[in-house]
C-alpha cells in the first residue's frame, strides 16, 4: 500500500474510533440509567378487586355486598409510590355517589351527572408527592348502584398497580376494603395506619378458620392427588457441614435438597434426617400425597427461606398443586417462576398459606424487562452496537431484556385471563394493534438467532398470527387502523405502520421460509404508496384518514424515517428476482431523492420535513443515514456522490446537535398523535431528552456510518477521501 494510502486509513481509524466512542457512550448511558433490576414478586389475593382489560381495578361492591342497604358506605384504601413530585393521570366510573381522597384530602366528589351514568368514565389529575401516596375511594350504595372502576387513565404501555396499605399486608399487590358501614368515617386511614388502627374489619379475608396443616386448608382432601412445597435451605458455616432437617408430616411425603431424595415415608409422623451440605443455597422441595384426610408438614430450622424474594409473604414455602399421585414430577423444569406448571386441571402457578393467595410477577422498571415498540428499536440498536464493537455484555444486556418478555410470555396470558390483567408483558399480553407486537416482535427474532431465548419462538407464531389473519386491513389487504385509543384515531393509516409491521413480516419470512409474509410486506409498501406518497415532492404524508377520505399531507419526520428505514430492511432480504424488486427500489431512489432535497442546513432534517422552522429532529435524521448508508452499499442509490455527502453531514451534524459526551440524545420527538396542520407537529410534538424512540435508531446510524467509511475505504473510492474525513 503507498505511503497515500496509509496516511489516510489512518485518518479513517482515527474518525471511526470517534464513532465507536459516540456508540459506546450512549450505549454505556443507557445501560446505567436502566439497570437490569429482576421482575418483582408479590403476593395478590385473588378474592380482592380484579382488574378489567383497561388495567383498571373492578369495585362492583353490588357484587360483594348483595345485602347492602340504600345508604350504607364502603371505603377502599390502597398506596401508590412515586420517586418524585408528578402529576398522575386517573380514571373513574361511579355506579353511585363517589369521593376520592388522596393523602386524606378530597381530590374528587362526583356529579350527579357522573353518578347515574356507569359508562361514563371520567378523568381525574393528582398531583403526588415524593414517597408513599396513600388513596381511599368512598361509594354509597343507592338504587343506581355500588362502587366503580378506577385506576389508571392510560394503561397498556404505562399500566401501573396499587399496593395493599396497612402494616399487616405490606408488599401485596391490590386494595382492601372495609366492611358495610352507616355513616362516614371521622378519620380516614393513611400513612402509618394499620388495619387495627382503624377498627375497622378491612377484606379481603386472608386468614384461615381452621387449623388443619397446609395442604389441606390450600388444597382440599380429595385422595391420590399430590402436591409440591418449594422453599431454600441457606448454609452459611464454611466447609461441609451437618444439617438436620426435622419436623413432621401427616399423609406421605417426600424431601428432595437439589433433587436428590433424601427422605421418604408412606405414613404421617416426626422424623428428622441428616443431610451433609458445603457452603451455599439449596433448592428443598417437598412432595406431598393426600390418602384423603389432614395432609401437610411442618420442618424446623432457621436456615430456611424463600426460593425467591417474593413481597407480602411472611412464610419460606411456596407451594403448588394438586397433580395426580401417580405422575412422575419434572422437578427441574418445574422449579423456576417463569413457568406455569401443567396439571390434569390445567395450568396453575405457585401460591402462598393464606387464603385465596398467589404469587404474581410485576415490572416494576420503567424500561428494563418491558415489552412496547419503541424498546424494540432501541435494543435493535443495543444488540448491533455490541456485535459492532465486540461488547458481549452490551449484547448480554440485550438479550436478558428480550428473554424475561419471552420467558414470561404463556405466564402473562394465564395471568391475563385469572386477574383480568397482566402484570407483565402489559402489551404482549394483549395485542390489538401493530403497535403491540411488530417492532419489539423484529428485535426479538434477531435476538433470537444470536442465542435461542426461552419462548421466542412461541411469541413469534402468535405475532405473526396477528398481523397476518387478526389486524384489521382493507379491501386491498393494506393494514389500517379500524379504531383507536382515541375516536379520531379510528379509520386511518398511519406511515408508522410499516415500520410496526414489515421488519417483522420480513424476519419472519427469514425463520420460516414461507414466501406469504415476504409477499405481505411487499405489498403493504406499494398500497401505502398509493394512499400517502406525496409526488410533488416525493416522501410521505403522515396519515391517511378515511373519514375525510384524504391524506393529512403533513410530511412528520420520523413518521418518513420509519418509511425509508423499513424499505431498507424488506430489499435486504427480498431476492433479486422478485417480480416487485425494481417497483421497490425506484420507490427507495425516489423517496430518497426527495428526503434529500430537504436536508437541513446543519446536516439535520426537520421534524415537518418540508418546514425548516419546526425543530432539527434527531430520530428521523438518524433513520435518513442509515438508510442511504445501506443503500449506497447495498448498490439500490447508483448516484453515490451527493448520499456520501448527505450521510457524513448529517452523522456530523447528528454528534454536534444531537449527542453530548454523556452520550445523552437531544431531540428526539415525543410519541405522536396526528394532525391536518403543521402546528401540531411543529409545537405541541415536543422533544425529549433520552426518549426511546430514537436512542436506537442513533446507534444504528452511527453503526451504518462505520460501515459506509470502511466500504469507501476497501473500495479505494481515492477521489473522494480527502473530502469525507
Known amino acids: 500500500m503507498s505511503a497515500y494510502f496509509q496516511r489516510n486509513d489512518s485518518i479513517f481509524s482515527k474518525v471511526n474510533h470517534q464513532i465507536e466512542s459516540v456508540l459506546a457512550t450512549i450505549s454505556d448511558r443507557y445501560i446505567g440509567s436502566n439497570p437490569p433490576h429482576p421482575i418483582t414478586f408479590r403476593a395478590f389475593c385473588k378474592s380482592g378487586f380484579l382488574r378489567g382489560s383497561d388495567y383498571r381495578y373492578l369495585m362492583n361492591l353490588d357484587e360483594r355486598f348483595p345485602d347492602a342497604q340504600n345508604g350504607q358506605i364502603v371505603y377502599a384504601w390502597a398506596k401508590l409510590w412515586s420517586d418524585e413530585p408528578k402529576d398522575m393521570a386517573l380514571a373513574l366510573n361511579c355506579y353511585g355517589p363517589a369521593r376520592l381522597f388522596l393523602n386524606q384530602e378530597l381530590a374528587f366528589k362526583s356529579s350527579i351527572v357522573v353518578e347515574t351514568d356507569p359508562n361514563r368514565k371520567t378523568h381525574i389529575r393528582v398531583a403526588l408527592k415524593k414517597g408513599w401516596n396513600h388513596f381511599v375511594l368512598q361509594f354509597m350504595k343507592t338504587p343506581s348502584g355500588f362502587g366503580g372502576i378506577f385506576g389508571t387513565g392510560s ?41 387495627a388502627g382503624t377498627e375497622l374489619k378491612w377484606l379481603p379475608n386472608l386468614k384461615w378458620d381452621s387449623d388443619e396443616f397446609q395442604l389441606t ?13 418449594w422453599s431454600k435451605l441457606v448454609c452459611h458455616r464454611p466447609g461441609m457441614q451437618t444439617y438436620v432437617l426435622k419436623g413432621e408430616h401427616k399423609g406421605e411425603m417426600e424431601l428432595f435438597v437439589n433433587g436428590n431424595s433424601v427422605y421418604r415415608s408412606a405414613e404421617g409422623q416426626v422424623f428428622q434426617v441428616p443431610v451433609d451440605l458445603p457452603y451455599g443455597e439449596y433448592d428443598v422441595l417437598v ?14 430450622g432457621n436456615e430456611f427461606t424463600l426460593p425467591v424474594p417474593v413481597k407480602g409473604v411472611n412464610d419460606v414455602w411456596l407451594y403448588a398443586g394438586t397433580f395426580p399421585a401417580d405422575v412422575v414430577l419434572p422437578f427441574e423444569g418445574m422449579l423456576r417462576l417463569d413457568t406455569l406448571l401443567e396439571t390434569d386441571k390445567g395450568q396453575t402457578y405457585w401460591r402462598v398459606d393464606r387464603r385465596a393467595t398467589w404469587v404474581r410477577p410485576y415490572l416494576e422498571n420503567p424500561l428494563f424487562g418491558k415489552w412496547d415498540y419503541p424498546l424494540g428499536v432501541t435494543l435493535y440498536g443495543l444488540l448491533q452496537t455490541g456485535k459492532e464493537l465486540r ?69 413469534a407464531g402468535d405475532v405473526a398470527h396477528y398481523i397476518s389473519s387478526k389486524q384489521d386491513r382493507l379491501p386491498d389487504n393494506a393494514l389500517y387502523r379500524r379504531f383507536g385509543s382515541v375516536d379520531f384515531m379510528k379509520d386511518t393509516i398511519w406511515c408508522d405502520d410499516l415500520y410496526m409491521s414489515t421488519p417483522f413480516l420480513c424476519r419472519y419470512y427469514e425463520e420460516t421460509g414461507e414466501r406469504a409474509y415476504l409477499d405481505d410486506a411487499v405489498n403493504q409498501f406499494l398500497r401505502y404508496r398509493e394512499y400517502l406518497f406525496i409526488p410533488e415532492l416525493n416522501i410521505m404524508s403522515h396519515v391517511y384518514d378515511f373519514k375525510f377520505n384524504t391524506a393529512t399531507e403533513v ?85 453515490h456522490e ?40 411543529k409545537h405541541d410534538l415536543t422533544w425529549i431528552l433520552n426518549d426511546t424512540h430514537g436512542i436506537g435508531i442513533v446507534l444504528l446510524a452511527g453503526i451504518e456510518t462505520l460501515k459506509l467509511k470502511n466500504w469507501l475505504v476497501q473500495a479505494n473510492y481515492s477521489n473522494q477521501r480527502r473530502s469525507l474525513v
Open 287 to 300: 412432595k406431598s400425597i393426600c390418602h384423603g384426610s389432614d395432609w401437610g408438614f411442618q420442618l424446623e
Open 642 to 681: 451527493p448520499y456520501i455527502q448527505s450521510v457524513f453531514r448529517g452523522f456530523e451534524g447528528l454528534s454536534k446537535a444531537g449527542i453530548d459526551k454523556q452520550g445523552n440524545v437531544y431531540g428526539v420527538c415525543q410519541g405522536s398523535g396526528y394532525a391536518f396542520t403543521k402546528d401540531y407537529y
Open 391 to 459: 461488547r458481549q455484555d452490551i449484547i448480554d444486556y440485550a438479550l436478558r431484556h428480550i428473554e424475561i418478555c419471552t420467558s414470561f410470555y404463556k405466564y402473562s396470558l394465564w395471568d391475563r385471563e385469572q386477574y383480568g390483567a397482566a402484570g407483565i408483558n402489559t402489551q404482549l399480553s394483549a395485542i390489538d394493534s401493530l403497535d403491540d407486537c411488530g417492532s419489539f416482535g423484529a428485535t426479538m427474532l434477531l435476538a433470537n438467532q444470536m442465542g435461542p431465548l426461552r419462548g421466542a419462538m412461541e411469541v
Open 155 to 195: 394503561f397498556k404501555r404505562y399500566p401501573m398497580h396499587f399496593l395493599a396499605p396497612s402494616a399487616e399486608r405490606e408488599g401485596q399487590e391490590g386494595w382492601i376494603y372495609s366492611e358495610l358501614l352507616e355513616s362516614e368515617l371521622e378519620n380516614l386511614p393513611g400513612e402509618g395506619s394499620s388495619e
Open 555 to 639: 410530511a412528520w419526520g420520523r413518521g418518513n424515517g420509519w418509511v425509508l428505514f423499513s424499505l431498507s430492511e424488506l430489499l435486504a432480504v427480498l431476492p433479486e428476482d422478485h417480480d416487485q424488486r425494481e417497483d421497490l427500489l425506484d420507490f427507495f431512489r425516489e423517496l430518497s431523492k426527495g428526503y434529500l432535497d430537504l436536508q437541513g442546513e446543519n446536516g439535520l432534517w426537520h421534524q415537518v420535513l418540508n418546514d425548516h422552522e419546526s425543530y432539527e429532529e434527531t430520530s428521523c435524521t438518524s433513520m435518513f443515514i442509515y438508510a442511504f448508508a445501506r443503500g449506497i452499499r447495498s448498490g439500490w442509490l447508483t448516484e
Open 217 to 229: 386448608r390450600l388444597f382440599g382432601s380429595t385422595e391420590n392427588r399430590q402436591a409440591i412445597a
